[in-house]
């Protein structure tokens, strides 16, 4: 499973409002007429809540830097096969090209960025994909994204960031609020680099993925001393430090909409006979 995110801004000169409709509306539209063409089997929009406590907590708790971002568009899919197929017919790339046109004057795209990652499960429970930070659910979404610290490279990082942090949450999870916990690690991704530079989305090395959890406010731990919980929660901070600028890292609450909601892990079938499952040895994404 692969996913490609995009960290969207919005130009200065739209209104919070006016973004909001357009994203959730016009913008939705354009992608889901092309989206299933290439591949993608799960489209979702997630609506970064500013000023919301658990955001302005989330900051304070993480010390990391202002909200830059202010949705958060994932598609979801399995085989780089269609991907790259689809991306490459007419008819697709004249509607993408004709959703780029129009989303232009919306966005502030250097200050926005996108990325292939795949997801390295921390916690997931037996139902978890029934976990959704919906607008029906108690749900939020937290989202860190996670800048590399100078003095090390980004594989080190992510390797940290996967076998230590995911290591220390895991042994610790029975102080965790969170339901659902997933690192996103970036992987690259010729696609998405090729997209990049012809959208002028920012391009930073240093962006090593981000981390999401699913976070129902009204349950917390229980049977959880205040000392100890307080003792966790330095020992995971300690640790990001390790890892991750925080200054320029940025942390924030969000609720999630789902566009294209179907299965993402599938055998394919034109109908007639069984195609082979893809295989992704050493391949480049």
């Known amino acids: ?61 993480f010390g990391t830097g202002p909200v830059r971002y202010d949705f958060v568009d994932h598609w979801i899919f399995n085989d780089i096969g269609d991907l790259r197929r689809g991306s490459a017919t007419p008819r697709v790339q004249a509607l993408m090209a004709e959703a780029y046109q129009d989303e232009d004057s919306m966005l502030d795209l250097a200050a926005s960025n996108v990325q292939m990652s795949v997801d390295l499960v921390q916690f997931f429970p037996v139902d978890g994909n029934d976990v959704r930070a919906t607008d029906d659910s108690p749900y939020y979404k937290i989202y860190y994204v996670v800048r ?37 690690h970036a992987i690259e991704s010729t696609f998405v680099d090729e997209l990049a530079a012809k959208r002028g989305y920012e391009i930073d090395p240093t962006l090593i993925g981000h981390a999401e959890g699913w976070i129902d406010p009204n349950q917390s731990p229980r049977d959880v001393k205040p000392k100890d919980a307080e003792r966790v929660n330095k020992m995971t901070m300690d640790d990001i430090d390790l890892f991750s ?3 320029r890292g940025c942390v924030f609450f969000t609720k ?17 006979k069984d195609q082979p499952m893809p295989t992704f040895f050493s391949a480049v994404y």
């Open 256 to 272: 999630e909409h789902y566009i294209i909601d179907e299965p993402v892990v599938r055998r394919t079938n034109d109908g007639s």
């Open 1 to 61: 499973m692969f996913k490609i995110s995009f960290f969207v801004k919005k130009n200065d000169s739209v209104s919070p409002t006016e973004f909001r409709d357009y994203w959730l509306g016009r913008h939705a539209e354009m992608q889901r007429a092309y989206l299933p063409q290439i591949g993608v089997h799960q489209y979702l929009k997630c609506e970064v809540l500013h000023d919301h406590p658990l955001t302005v907590d989330g900051r304070n708790n």
């Open 245 to 247: 600028d925080k200054a």
């Open 148 to 184: 590399v610290l100078p003095h090390i490279t980004p594989a080190q990082a992510q390797l940290h960031w996967n076998a230590c942090h995911g290591g220390e949450s895991r042994q610790h999870i029975r102080y965790s609020s969170q339901k659902k916990y997933i690192q996103a």
